[in-house]
């Protein structure tokens, strides 16, 4: 069974920093392009980060370019996300996602339970 | 950016109602469109991909359809279960883009 499991959110002062984790198993980790995804109280989900199955090649929305890095361990299983210079706008649900390859595209099919990250002074 | 809007933003329905949501993409995407199922305080759910692939374990009363910019989500007879929040999610390009939401609700 595939599972994927975030933790390292909590509240942070603006400005402050914040590494994400997420732990993936069920599957072969390296195999798959993983993704940040992330979600305000109330609003829509939003693509944050993505980054390839071996790392080579990592990708950012433009709200988070330059303060947040993306990055995997695949020894480890684990995907990461460190934020820093963290704003009010940060503030949501953060998700991990697998990316499943089909009909040419590529979709969030397995979703973990998402880590809370809180910026307020 | 490519902009998804959906329609409507809330919908009321009963157990058994036949239940259309519609999203439209800011330019075309060919196939490459997700819907997504989510309930209160849950991660969402990916149902259809490529426009009207059924995921697998996904109940066969969903359905998709649509090409280029406008797409259609369909529930042919709505269940207890199937009251949440649906989103259309493009997969053509970066960076990824969802639309508003529509808000399943019991009438």
């Given at each position: 069974e595939v599972q994927l499991v975030e933790s390292g959110g909590g509240l942070v002062r603006p400005g402050g920093s914040l590494r994400l984790s997420c732990v993936a198993s069920g599957f072969t980790f390296s195999s798959y392009a993983m993704h940040w995804v992330r979600q305000a109280p109330g609003k829509g989900p939003e693509?944050?980060?993505?980054?390839?199955?071996?790392?080579?090649?990592?990708?950012?929305?433009?709200?988070?370019?330059?303060?947040?890095?993306?990055?995997?361990?695949?020894?480890?299983?684990?995907?990461?996300?460190?934020?820093?210079?963290?704003?009010?706008?940060?503030?949501?649900?953060?998700?991990?996602?697998?990316?499943?390859?089909?009909?040419?595209?590529?979709?969030?099919?397995?979703w973990g339970q998402g880590t809370l990250v809180t910026v307020s002074s | 950016d490519i902009q998804m809007t959906q329609s409507p933003s809330s919908v009321s329905a009963s157990v058994g109602d036949r239940v259309t949501i519609t999203?439209?993409?800011?330019?075309?995407?060919?196939?490459?469109?997700?819907?997504?199922?989510?309930?209160?305080?849950?991660?969402?759910?990916?149902?259809?991909?490529?426009?009207?692939?059924?995921?697998?374990?996904?109940?066969?009363?969903?359905?998709g359809s649509g090409s280029g910019t406008d797409f259609t989500l369909t529930i042919s007879s709505l269940q207890p279960e199937d009251f949440a929040t649906y989103y259309c999610q493009?997969?053509?390009s970066f960076p990824r883009t969802f639309g508003g939401g529509t808000k399943v609700e019991i009438k």
């Open positions: 693509y944050v980060s993505a980054i390839t199955g071996n790392g080579d090649y990592t990708f950012y929305a433009s709200s988070v370019t330059g303060r947040f890095t993306i990055s995997r361990d695949n020894s480890k299983n684990t995907l990461y996300l460190q934020m820093g210079s963290l704003r009010l706008e940060d503030m949501a649900v953060y998700y991990c996602a697998r990316i499943l390859y089909e009909s040419g595209g590529s979709y969030y099919d397995h | 999203c439209r993409a800011s330019q075309g995407i060919s196939s490459w469109l997700a819907w997504f199922q989510q309930k209160p305080g849950k991660a969402p759910k990916l149902l259809i991909y490529a426009a009207s692939t059924l995921q697998s374990g996904v109940p066969s009363r969903f359905s493009q997969a053509n």
